[in-house]
C-alpha cells in the first residue's frame, strides 16, 4: 500500500484528485463517499478498510493517505467543490430543444434509450450552427446529469518514438527516415513519471511509444513494477500489440490500464493505411485487454481520407460495444512525410459532433479531449469540454523529447513548460465549473 505525501501548497493548487473516505468493503469492491455522494472503486492489490481515506482512478484504488493529511485537503476542497458544481449548472442549463430528426436523437438520449443508426447519422449530419450548439449543450448537459463535474486528468509521457509499423497516417511510422529517434531509459522514464506524480499531483500516467521491441517484457516489466511500488498512480500503457503474456506480465508488474485505439472499423481502410495489419487482430487484442480486467481505453481516427459519416457512426456504435473505461478518439492530422502528406484534415466541428455523439450514445462514458484536437486552437479544449468530454490528458514528456515525438504536425504544448500546462488545465476546468479528479466509477 503506497503511502503518498504531497506538500500542502501544492495539493491545493495542483492535485488531480480528491481523497475519498471508504464507507465499507465487500470483496475487493470499496464504496467511496465523496462530499456525500458514493462511487465504487476496485482494491486491485491494497486492502482497505472503512474509514480509511483512499485515491481512485479509473475506478481502481491508486493510493492511500491518512486521516490527518486528506482531512485538511477536503475541507479546502469541499467549498470550491460545491463551487465548481454551481458554475458547472449554470453552463449546462440552456435549452435542449432541437426540431426535426436532430431533435428526437436528444429527445430519446435524454430519456436513456439508445440511438438507432439513423439517430447517429441525424447527428453527424447537421451542420446548422443553431442546431450544432444545441447538440453539445444536450450533450454537456447529459454529461453533467450522469456523472456530474468530475474530470480526470492524465499524464502521457511518451517514452520512445522508435516504431517497426509503417502506418500511413503516422508520422513516426519507421518509413520516415528524417526523424531523429529516441529511447528513454527507466531511470529516465522514472524521474520524469516522479516529477508528475510527487511534484505536480498527477495520479494516471499513459506510458505511449511507436511499437518498439527494443523493450523486452521483462525490461517493461521491471520499469512498470519499480513506478508502481513507488508512486500511488493508475499506469496505463499504451505501446502497440504486443502478446498478451506481455500484457498478463505488465498488468501483474502494476499497469491496469491498456490504451489501444482499433484506429477505424472501415475493414479496407485499416488494411489500407496499416500494412500488413488485420483489423480483427487488434480487435481480438483490445477485447481480451478488457476480459484480462485492464481499465481500457479505446477509439478510433476521424477524417480519414475515404472515411464517411456511416464509418464514424460504426466507429462510436464498436467503440460503445467494446465497454471501454474511457473513449479516445480524434481528429487525423496529415504529416507532411507520411504518404497522406496531402489529405485534408477534418474540421474542428466533425470532432465535436463525434463527441457529442458519442456521449449522447453512451451517456456514462468518459470521454477524452485528446491532444489531436488541441490542434485546432487555443479553444478547442473547452469547446471538447462543452460538447460532452470529461477528461483531458496533459503531455508529460521531457521538453528535449516532445518534438520529436511528431505523430502529427502542430501538437500542441509542445514548447510549454509542464508546469505552465497543468497551471492552465487548472485554470480551464475552473471556469468550467469541472473538479479535476477521477471520483471512481
Ligand atoms: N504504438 C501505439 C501508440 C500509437 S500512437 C499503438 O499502436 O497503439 C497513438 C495514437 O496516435 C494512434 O493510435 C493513432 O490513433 C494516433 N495518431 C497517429 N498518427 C496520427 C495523426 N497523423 N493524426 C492524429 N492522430 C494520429
Given at each position: 500500500m503506497i503511502n503518498i505525501k504531497f506538500p500542502f501548497a501544492l495539493t491545493l493548487s495542483v492535485c488531480y484528485a480528491i481523497p475519498g473516505r471508504v464507507v465499507s468493503v465487500e470483496g475487493k469492491t470499496v464504496v467511496v463517499d465523496y462530499f456525500g455522494e458514493t462511487r465504487k472503486a476496485h482494491a486491485v492489490d491494497c486492502p482497505v478498510r472503512p474509514g480509511e481515506y483512499i485515491y481512485a482512478q479509473g475506478g481502481i484504488i491508486v493510493g492511500q493517505i491518512s486521516e490527518a493529511e486528506a482531512l485538511p485537503i477536503l475541507a479546502a476542497w469541499k467549498e470550491r467543490f460545491f463551487e465548481l458544481k454551481k458554475v458547472d449548472a449554470e453552463l449546462s442549463s440552456a435549452s435542449t430543444e432541437a426540431r426535426g430528426a436532430l431533435g428526437a436523437a436528444i429527445k430519446k438520449a435524454m430519456a436513456g434509450e439508445a440511438l438507432s443508426r439513423e439517430d447517429m447519422l441525424a447527428v453527424l449530419s447537421t451542420r446548422n450552427p443553431a442546431q450544432l450548439e444545441t447538440l453539445y449543450f444536450a450533450a454537456n448537459r447529459l454529461r453533467k446529469e450522469r456523472l456530474g463535474n468530475a474530470c480526470c486528468v492524465h499524464g502521457i509521457l511518451e517514452?520512445?518514438?522508435?516504431?517497426?509499423n509503417d502506418c500511413h497516417?503516422?508520422?513516426?511510422?519507421?518509413?520516415?527516415?528524417t526523424l531523429k529517434r529516441y529511447r528513454m531509459d527507466a531511470e529516465e522514464i522514472f524521474e520524469a513519471v516522479g516529477h508528475a506524480a510527487d511534484?505536480?499531483?498527477?495520479k494516471a500516467i499513459v506510458l505511449q511509444s511507436g511499437e518498439?521491441?527494443?523493450?523486452?517484457d521483462e525490461m517493461l516489466a521491471a520499469i512498470v513494477k519499480k513506478l508502481h511500488e513507488r508512486f500511488g498512480i493508475l499506469i496505463t500503457l499504451?505501446?502497440?500489440?504486443?502478446?498478451r503474456e506481455c500484457y498478463r506480465r505488465l498488468y501483474k508488474a502494476g499497469a491496469y490500464g491498456a490504451l489501444l485505439r482499433?484506429?477505424?472499423?472501415?475493414e479496407a481502410l485499416y488494411s489500407r493505411l496499416r500494412p500488413g495489419k488485420k483489423l480483427a487482430d487488434r480487435l481480438e487484442l483490445i477485447k481480451w485487454l478488457k476480459r484480462m480486467g485492464f481499465v481500457l481505453a479505446t477509439g478510433f481516427l476521424i477524417?480519414?481520407?475515404?472515411?464517411?459519416a456511416e464509418d464514424t457512426a460504426n466507429d462510436i456504435l464498436l467503440t460503445k460495444s467494446l465497454g471501454p473505461d474511457m473513449h479516445s478518439f480524434g481528429p487525423f492530422i496529415p504529416h507532411?512525410?507520411?504518404?497522406?502528406?496531402?489529405a485534408a484534415k477534418p474540421a474542428q466541428e466533425d470532432v465535436l459532433k463525434a463527441i457529442a455523439l458519442s456521449r449522447l450514445a453512451d451517456p456514462q462514458a468518459k470521454i477524452l479531449v485528446t491532444t489531436a484536437l488541441e490542434t485546432f486552437g487555443p479553444g478547442a479544449r473547452a469547446a471538447g469540454l462543452l460538447a460532452g468530454a470529461n477528461s483531458l490528458m496533459i503531455n508529460t514528456t521531457p521538453p528535449k523529447y516532445r518534438r520529436l515525438y511528431?505523430?502529427?504536425?502542430?501538437?500542441?504544448?509542445?514548447?510549454?513548460?509542464l508546469e505552465d500546462a497543468v497551471r492552465k488545465a487548472v485554470e480551464l476546468l475552473r471556469s468550467l465549473g469541472r473538479a479535476p479528479a477521477d471520483l471512481g466509477v
Open positions: 517514452f520512445s518514438n522508435h516504431c517497426r497516417y503516422c508520422g513516426i511510422r519507421c518509413g520516415n527516415r511534484k505536480l499531483g498527477f518498439d521491441s527494443f523493450y523486452k499504451s505501446i502497440g500489440e504486443r502478446s482499433f484506429e477505424t472499423t472501415n477524417g480519414l481520407p475515404g472515411q464517411t507532411p512525410i507520411t504518404p497522406l502528406a496531402s511528431d505523430l502529427y504536425p502542430g501538437k500542441a504544448g509542445t514548447d510549454e513548460p
